[in-house]
């Protein structure tokens, strides 16, 4: 589990198809503190590190599967493309964000970008099947980021980016046409499954 809160800007230094798809992750995380089959939350997929190192800089591995490719923004992946990391949460760990799974599903579209004083107002086209569960003030995880929705207009959605989440995380450098990894808030699944029995 994760709270969706970045907590360290990747870099991809190695991508190879093997396969599933490797990738090599250069971070600023102490690879001393990472167990080989640790999970770490890599533009919000729930990855499982294969394999560590320190040359020329700190990295882990990660092997992906065809499927999590086909379901996420993996396929556009490529060598120096930046990605919001966030290692798994531990007991007694601060929940600033909301529960997040990393358990990606689906792809939303930037589809516009306007700048609101520091802040920068992004909206997003969810897919049509994910569209019911985004509701003004709740919560979604995009890139694995932990967001609270401005305003919902049919399967488009705001999110506002203050000037700190444009620099600690890799939201300063989104563009409209961007494909984005969302994850639905957990609870709003649940609440619409319950719905279909009220």
Known sequence: MFTGIITDIGKILELEQRGDLRARIGTSYDVDGIDIGASIACNGVCLTVIALGRDPQNWFDVEISA????????????VDTLLNLERALKVGDELG???????????????????????????????????KFIAPKGSVALDGTSLTVNEVDGRDFGINFIPHTKTATTWG???????????????????ARLQEYA
């Open 67 to 78: 499927e999590t490719v086909g379901a996420t923004n993996v396929g556009g992946w490529a």
């Open 97 to 131: 964000g909301h529960i997040v799974s990393g358990h990606v599903d689906g792809v939303a579209e930037v589809v516009g970008m306007r700048d609101e004083g520091d802040s920068t107002r992004v909206t997003f086209r969810a897919p049509e099947e994910l569209a």
């Open 173 to 191: 450098s989104v563009g409209v046409g961007d494909l984005i990894n969302l994850e639905i808030d957990t609870m709003a699944r649940y609440v």
